[in-house]
T-cell receptor, first 111, second 114 residues
Framework: KNQVEQSPQSLIILEGKNCTLQ??????????LRWYKQDTGRGPVSLTI?????NTKSNGRYTATLDADTKQSSLHITASQLSDSASYIC??????????FGTGTRLKVLA | DTGVSQNPRHKITKRGQNVTFRCDPI?????LYWYRQTLGQGPEFLTY????????KSRLLSDRFSAERPKGSFSTLEIQRTEQGDSAMYLC????????????FGQGTRLTVV
């Protein structure tokens, strides 16, 4: 069964600290993996997208890694800011248009 | 604004009423998706269009749900005889067959059935 699992479910950190979110998937075939940021009550916004051959992709303070052998990805946030408070969703594309979504990690950054 | 546009942003309706949502995708995108998201969960796939053709419908899309994309541009999602369980955020996304086909999401329509 195609699944995407994320951990932790929720996370609270202090402003300025780093954190790492995890994503494990069993989607096959694999096309690409994306991380989205979703603010409360709004649609998801893409942070990074990685294909099978890409191990690391950065977008400002966000760095995503992909290990296609172990089917794991991580999203590392450096020097967190209050505006990073959101849900972070891992999405795996299993074909031409199929997107399998994880349930997300809810991040809260405190001042 | 050239992003994906959804209307209305919020809808409150009484149980049993019909509702219709509209999605205007990014103009050059030929793929359009509808998703439903409940609180604390990731989006769940509802249906997918390539141009005007509806190529896939999820089992979640009961007979009360219908989606159209008549001219391959905007799309509508109609829910008939709404139930309280239909309360959710309905997200629309679009993508192109060119490049990586990254999906861009609209802001969603929040439906509350009372």
């Amino acid at each position: 069964k195609n699944q995407v699992e994320q951990s932790p479910q929720s996370l609270i950190i202090l402003e300025g600290k780093n954190c790492t979110l995890q994503c494990n998937y069993t989607v096959s075939p694999f096309s690409n993996l994306r991380w989205y940021k979703q603010d409360t009550g709004r649609g998801p916004v893409s942070l990074t997208i990685m294909t099978f051959s890409e191990n690391t992709k950065s977008n400002g303070r966000y760095t995503a890694t992909l290990d296609a052998d172990t089917k794991q990805s991580s999203l590392h946030i450096t020097a967190s800011q209050l505006s990073d408070s959101a849900s972070y969703i891992c999405v795996v594309s299993g074909g031409t248009y199929k997107y399998i979504f994880g349930t997300g990690t809810r991040l809260k950054v405190l001042a | 604004d050239t992003g994906v546009s959804q209307n209305p942003r919020h809808k409150i309706t009484k149980r049993g009423q019909n509702v219709t949502f509209r999605c205007d995708p990014i103009s050059e995108h030929n793929r359009l998706y509808w998703y439903r998201q409940t609180l604390g969960q990731g989006p769940e796939f509802l249906t997918y269009f390539q141009n005007e053709a509806q190529l896939e419908k999820s089992r979640l899309l009961s007979d009360r749900f219908s989606a159209e994309r008549p001219k391959g541009s905007f799309s509508t999602l109609e829910i008939q005889r709404t139930e309280q369980g239909d309360s959710a955020m309905y997200l629309c996304a679009s993508s192109s067959t060119e490049g990586r086909g990254e999906a861009f999401f609209g802001q969603g329509t929040r439906l509350t059935v009372v």
